[in-house]
């Protein structure tokens, strides 16, 4: 059995333009400070990272895991998420996610399209560089304003989207096939993988590719009332990246699962930093070591409430205090007796 890594920590909520979050070298002494051991590396536009040189250059990727080994971290894995959602984005949400494009490919959805496919196809040659097993990214989505049937869909609206999105993703997942990396998707409201029901729609429409993955992040799955701990027993054998992350689930008078276009504070479903929120991290962390998950826990911090600093600290002690560093026997092996086949025979009377 395999002990998870970490704890490790995504840093696309803490980089700015003010010490120690304004480069790589500074955010690592940082986190290695509170106890983290990886980093989670955005790659998007204003990212620490170019992935076109990285993709070609072994020296620079050198160059950025030690600048990291020189605190004592890894990479725990590179992300796409900003790039994975434009790779299928439906018109209404065209000005929206502009913002994640370089300036010059806005107002100009074909052109950020390509952009994106050719982004996720460097980010895998670039975490093969970096000796990485995982990548993390989102989906995008295309069926989403129609999540809630009403008016009531027109038949096969939702089997072309899901098959559109299959034909964008499967040179894609080509290459990360050929890099031997994974490419995870994290379940997200807003992408068209958002619970397991989308992802088996995604599968069918890739052909059950082999490097078809799963992010998994419990919050996005209490807050649309999903059983976590069930998805865990379900998909563990697709699940490669995991980010620990607490919600809470509050349903009142007023809003519920869908929120009323209210502010997150306002809502009856918040992210909590580790913690504060009621997911019930010790079935998680318990289930993850029985299926012997491959990788990092990577602490994800979004709360509505707790200043990031705080919640980043906090969360490296949470995340090594729920590690479970996995037995070598079983323990009751001490009392095993050795036998060989007539024994056993004899004992069933045989």
Not at 19 to 44: E, I, R, S, V
Not at 249 to 270: C, K, M, S
Not at 299 to 309: D, G, I, Q, T
Request: charged share 20%; proline share 5%; glycine share 10%.
């Amino acid at each position: 059995m395999k002990t998870i890594t970490g704890p490790g920590l995504f840093i696309a909520q803490f980089m700015g333009k003010k010490a120690p979050f304004d480069t790589l070298d500074n955010m690592a002494g940082w986190a290695a400070a509170l106890g983290y051991k990886g980093l989670q590396l955005p790659t998007g536009v204003g990212s620490f990272i170019d992935l076109e040189i990285a993709a070609e250059s072994q020296d620079y990727c050198d160059e950025i895991i030690g600048v990291l080994a020189a605190h004592g971290l890894a990479v725990t894995e590179l992300s796409t998420h900003l790039q994975g959602q434009l790779v299928a984005v439906h018109p209404a949400y065209d000005t929206l996610f502009d913002s994640f494009a370089p300036e010059s490919l806005r107002g100009n959805p074909i052109a950020r399209q390509h952009w994106a496919t050719n982004q996720l196809k460097l980010a895998a040659r670039a975490s093969a560089r970096m000796g990485l097993r995982a990548h993390a990214t989102f989906s995008g989505a295309l069926a989403w304003p129609y999540v809630y049937p009403w008016p009531q869909r027109p038949a096969g609206l939702i089997e072309e989207a899901f098959a559109e999105l299959g034909r964008r993703w499967s040179p894609i997942l080509d290459v990360f096939d050929d890099s031997g990396v994974d490419c995870a998707y994290e379940l997200h409201p807003g992408e068209d993988l958002h619970d397991g029901a989308t992802f088996e729609r995604f599968m069918k429409a890739v052909g059950d590719h082999p490097r078809a993955s799963i992010l998994y992040d419990p919050s996005h799955f209490l807050l649309q009332q999903i059983d976590y701990l069930g998805f865990i027993d379900r998909y563990h054998q697709r699940i490669k990246c995991f980010h620990v992350k607490d919600a809470e689930f509050l349903p009142n008078a007023r809003t519920g699962v869908y929120g009323g276009y209210e502010n997150w504070i306002d809502r009856a479903g918040r992210f909590r930093s580790l913690g504060d929120g009621q997911i019930d991290f010790g079935g998680i962390f318990s289930k993850m070591a029985q299926y012997e998950f491959p990788g990092w826990a990577v602490l994800e911090w979004e709360c509505a409430l707790k200043h990031p600093e705080d919640g980043a600290r906090e969360g490296a002690i949470f995340i090594q205090d729920h590690i479970i560093r996995v037995t070598p026997h079983a323990f009751d092996d001490f009392a095993a007796a050795d036998m060989d086949a007539r024994a056993n025979r004899a004992l069933l009377g045989l």
